[in-house]
């Protein structure tokens, strides 16, 4: 299983970007998808969840201006609007609890998968 992580880039405070993340493989359930992000000297922090059932869980910073969705099982988004220089990180793509084809057997995984990362970079 591999994480693709796109659609950061440089934006202007009040700017938006969409994020998204391709979750490879066949996957037949997880329990959530979402997004992490690491500034600058800081530890890396949740920003949005989605799980199969769609609800959502938001740090804080995120609630009102950003929005995940998901695109079925391996596909999951972050809409950011209204961004702030204190945006500025790197976005990780993250899921866990991944049921998945793997070499023809199924496997059930409790492991945290990770994307690489995509930079957000918010001028003031």
């Known amino acids: 299983v591999q994480l693709q992580a796109s659609g950061g880039g440089l934006v202007q405070a009040g700017g938006s970007l969409r994020l998204s993340c391709i979750v490879s493989g066949t996957i037949f359930r997880f329990n959530a998808l979402g997004w992490y992000r690491q500034a600058p000297g800081k530890q890396r922090e949740l920003v949005a969840t989605?799980?199969?059932?769609?609800?959502t869980n938001y740090a804080d910073s995120a609630k009102g201006r950003f929005t995940i969705s998901r695109n079925g099982k391996n596909t999951v988004f972050l809409q950011m609007n209204s961004l702030k220089p204190e945006d500025t990180a790197v976005y990780y793509c993250y899921a866990t609890g991944l049921t998945y084809k793997e070499y023809g057997s199924i496997v059930a995984s409790g492991e945290d998968y990770w994307g690489k990362g995509t930079l957000v970079t918010v001028s003031s």
């Open positions: 989605i799980s199969e059932s769609d609800s």
